[in-house]
């Protein structure tokens, strides 16, 4: 009897020291955003030029057991990094995407429509350019102008106009 109290004290002990250990993270490993933040300032210094966002977290603030749970990828092979380095970047900015302008005989409502008078106003707006978009599609006279597309289509012109922006 008095060794099965020892077994069992013994137990609560390694348990009560143990366990609390196998739950805290390694000291070294750094949160997702504690790594961002490091990741960013590397950029900014020009330490990370090149080096993708994965590849930074996995090298600086993943901790060797981490990486050693997860499933890696193979080496890319030296030609398949050659291409990817003379591929020049190509995308596009948000302040480079123009509008397509309306062609001349494209029309705009130079105030808002009677019947649309009592709503509010950006639904009489609203309301008023989309009858006049039916009527210039209806007659031909959109110039490739869609009612909304990226960088401002028909809509974001007519509400421009009745708003007095133009």
């Given at each position: ?9 013994f137990a609560t002990l ?118 006049q978009y039916h009527a ?24 421009a106009k009745l708003k007095?922006?133009?």
């Amino acid at each position: 009897m008095f060794e099965r109290r020892i077994s069992r004290l013994f137990a609560t002990l390694i348990t009560a020291v143990f366990l609390p250990l196998a739950s805290i993270p390694s000291a070294y490993a750094l949160s997702m955003k504690e790594c961002s933040v490091k990741y960013k300032a590397a950029q900014s210094a020009g330490e990370a030029e090149g080096v993708s966002w994965s590849e930074f977290r996995k090298a600086q603030c993943i901790s060797p057991a981490e990486a050693a749970d997860k499933p890696t990828k193979p080496a890319p092979t030296e030609a398949k990094t050659e291409t990817t380095e003379e591929k020049p970047e190509t995308t596009p900015k948000k302040a480079e995407v123009v509008a397509r302008s309306p062609s001349g005989k494209t029309t705009f409502p130079s105030s808002i429509a009677a019947k649309f008078a009592a709503e509010k106003p950006a639904k009489a707006r609203m309301h008023t350019c989309l009858e006049q978009y039916h009527a210039n599609k209806k007659g031909g006279t959109l110039g490739g102008t869609r009612w909304i597309e990226k960088g401002g289509g028909y809509y974001k012109l007519c509400n421009a106009k009745l708003k007095g922006g133009r």
